[in-house]
């Protein structure tokens, strides 16, 4: 579906990702992850032309989306394809929740005067229901807490339609049981055929989720596979020079499922050596 070559990007001619390739297929989570300043956010921007390309393209079902070259297609028309959502985003003015998820729609419009169709309402409202924010469609988005101001633009990116969501840490402002609902809708949508891309400092929620995890540094790529490859106890030690445990766990449903476990340097030194304690599986 989209298909990432030899991309080099970066900010005022100094390359910050320096020739990361991949694939991202149809109905597929993919989760980029590594320490601050390895280059994930600035490989999304690159891969939505929202920084040019030193070299390299991004290409969706062969055409050239983004390129260093010549012949890439209009951001109109990428938007058609690609939503984003940022890590953060400042509306400066009142409006209404429904009138900022109704933006979305703007690569739909005919023209740049053109008024909202039934559609584009239904599009709208579908994206906030989506969301379980209709309750809140007739509220100033400026008065909204941070959490519910990206529950909105994230809203706002399905009223796009996209075919591929791309997301920069879309939970970070959120409560535990919004983050929750939000990687479910996320999966629910790749279940439908979208495919997500997302950067993410949390390995947990690769472990919920992503069907591949791709690991930055220093602006390449040095790690990729599932997450049972990658997300480790030795592999998230090195990423993110910290002590953790991954570790399985039964379920009262009889589930065995794999956490995260942060160790602080009083319990990593205890007796344990690190490792977790579970309940013994049965055989």
Known sequence: MMKVTDMR??????????GISFTVGQGSFTCIIGANGCGKTTALKGMLGLLPLFGGSVSVDGVDFVSAGSGAISAKERAKVLAYIPQTHSIPFPFLVSDVVLLGRTPHLKSSVSGVSEADMEAAYGALEQMRITSIAG????????????????????????????????????????????????????????????????????????????????????????????VTTEALGSIYGAQVCVSAVRLESGEDVRVVIPLSGRSASRGNSGRAVRQPKEN
């Open 9 to 18: 990007t970066g900010y005022n001619r100094k390359e910050v990702v320096k």
């Open 139 to 230: 509220e100033e988005y400026t008065a909204l807490s941070g959490g519910q101001q990206q529950l909105v633009l994230i809203a706002r990116a399905l009223a796009q339609e996209p075919r591929i969501l791309v997301m920069d840490e879309p939970t970070a402002s959120l409560d535990f049981g919004n983050q929750q609902m939000v990687l479910e809708r996320m999966r629910d949508l790749t279940d439908r055929g979208m495919a997500v891309v997302m950067v993410t400092h949390d390995p947990r929620h690769a472990l919920a989720c992503a069907d591949e995890v791709i690991v930055m540094d220093d602006g390449v790529i040095v790690m990729r596979g599932s997450p049972d490859e990658i």
